[in-house]
């Protein structure tokens, strides 16, 4: 029973995670050619960052007994570059707020692994949220 609940957070996680690849990967190939290519690189870096995130995910999902999900939760397409900024900001607060909900729940259910997991991916996600609001502040 607790395996499944914490299956189906990871599974959430993944879904988030998926989405953030796709949503960076997409900012950083429509925003090319745009006023500022040092943004658009730390896309790709975030994309990059979040692909390690879904793996390591994925595969406490499957020590835990589940199946990775594959699904996408939803993305926005272009833009201008300070709205790319500012919707990665605001799916980064999101995925902080997820992250801290999931690792409270890994210790309801005494699974210091995947709590320890959550902690490091929620460091990195907020270290992705520190830099995009900097970047904000500059646009």
Do not use: W
């Not at 796709?22 to 960052?49: R, T």
């Amino acid at each position: 029973m607790a395996k499944d609940i914490l299956i189906k957070a990871l599974n959430q996680d993944c879904t988030e995670e998926l989405q953030a690849i796709i949503q960076y990967m997409v900012d950083h190939m429509m925003g090319e050619g745009m006023a500022n290519p040092a943004v658009i690189e730390i896309f790709k870096s975030h994309a990059m960052s979040e692909m390690k995130h879904y793996e390591r995910l994925a595969e406490r999902v499957i020590y835990l007994g589940g199946v990775p999900a594959t699904s996408v939760g939803p993305f926005k397409k272009g833009g201008t570059l300070k709205e790319m900024i500012e919707n990665a900001l605001n799916d980064e607060q999101k995925a902080i707020k997820q992250y801290r909900e999931h690792i409270v729940l890994a210790e309801k259910h005494d699974d210091s692994a995947t709590r320890l997991l959550l902690e490091q991916i929620l460091l990195e996600e907020e270290n992705h949220a520190h830099e995009l609001e900097s970047l904000a502040e500059g646009e």
